[in-house]
């Protein structure tokens, strides 16, 4: 079973970062300045041992990438922002890519979507940072020839001879299926079988998925199991009546928030909808969750989904990989998250828990293997 985790490179400085958020802003910011906002809520989260890394140390890479090895990770799927040729937060992956030495599996996942200061904003208006846009051949070209070193690096995971590539919302580019075939036949040229498409955000996976050119589609945990919020995008999608919406509310809600506009779900809820449910065909990737609480970022407009814990995770993810063996008939199960902190979804040693989620991951492996 491969097991690859979605991993956030946000956790170093960065001048744009200081420009929109302030002098020497990373995630860690946001995290330290978090607040517990109910009883029992676990915030602010420590990393073990006060492990504030930098990212634009490299050792740093070389210990996660030993860490996850150690644990049974198979590889990391990598945050990539790319808007048309200006980036964001490339230079933890540009130095991997020069230190050849590190064992570091990984692949990109190409977040295409447009930044904003959304978790700031109180007006319900936020102000674009980095606008996305998807341009033309020359833009695509463009791309294109920076992807390909890191293609070329042994430690890219590939699939039959073609390189891993996420697209995080496929249905936001207006020239998908032009975009997908340059891409492919570049890949061709350069003496790949092509590219192997993978699509992350639910909304594609229930508005247009079908696409023949995606070798996958992932349930990308929590929210696919969040059947609220699925329910909502398919009536965007099909109308589906309010009723159905209001329904899988009350059945995923633990309590009534105490704080207001907080929003709290059920861990052991949202993983019964994981292991219950049916996958809807054959290139269906199934996900799971270590947690979820963006408040770091979010504050009292966030969504906690409360109740995690080392145990849980094990016994869920030991009966997701069982179900991922028969009835999805697949070798390959998305993690969120390696490094998600300000998200609560992370497999890193914390204070509370030490290396209690990647002792899950490893027991529930080697049950697996008997």
Sequence with gaps: MNVYAFYLPQFHRTSENDQWWGEGFTEWVSIKNAKPLYEGHYQPREPLNGNYYDLSDVSVMEWQGSLAREYGISGFCVYHYWFEGKQLLQKPMEQLLEHKEIDFPYFFCWANESWTNAWATNDGKPKVLMLQGYGNEEKWELHFQYLLQFFNDNRYIKRSNKPLFVIYRPERIPCLNEMLDYLDRRAKEEGFDGICFISQQFEFLLNGGNNPRFAYRIEYQPCYSDYSCISSARRRINRMEDAVIRFFRERLKIATPKVKGLRRLSYDKLWQNILQHKPLDERVLPGAFVGWDNTPRYKNKGYVIDGSDPSKFQKYFKQLIQKTKTEYKKDMI?????????????????????????????????DEKG
Excluded at 340 to 350: C, F, K, R, V
């Design 334 to 366: 998305f993690v969120f998250a390696w490094n998600e902190w300000a998200e609560g979804g992370y497999l890193e040693p914390d204070e509370k828990y030490g290396y209690g989620y990647l002792n899950a991951i490893k027991h529930a492996l080697q």
